[in-house]
């Protein structure tokens, strides 16, 4: 029954999947645009104002998540953003190697 209540809010409804808000939506719609960028200056502003969505999603999710999975997402997500988290294949291309053979 613990696992159960990990993943469910105070009135007993699951609560691991949910409508995104806003800074979600956000975060996705930035990340899109960042990618069809025509110039790099504009590419790097998108793919700020993207991370910046999401670290607000983050912090929202830690603080007021509906439940302890929720909030553990949210602590997660906070923690590689910060800390610098990158895509492993985007480091692999920075360092000059490819993951190709």
């Known amino acids: ?3 159960r209540n990990f993943f469910t809010d105070q009135f007993g409804r699951q609560t691991i999947f949910k409508v995104p808000n806003g800074p979600l ?3 996705g719609v930035f ?3 960042s990618m069809m960028a025509l110039t790099p200056r504009n ?3 998108l793919k700020s104002l993207s991370k910046g ?3 607000l999603w983050a912090l929202g999710e830690t603080f ?3 439940s302890r999975f929720r909030r553990s997402v949210g ?3 906070l923690l590689r953003q910060v800390t610098g988290g990158e895509d492993p294949a ?3 291309s920075k360092a000059g190697g490819s993951s190709r053979s």
């Open 53 to 55: 969505c999401l670290i």
């Open 64 to 66: 007021r998540g509906d």
């Open 31 to 33: 990340g899109a645009a």
């Open 25 to 27: 939506i956000g975060w």
């Open 1 to 3: 029954m613990a696992s």
């Open 43 to 45: 590419a790097e502003l």
């Open 90 to 92: 985007a480091a692999d």
């Open 75 to 77: 602590a997660a997500t």
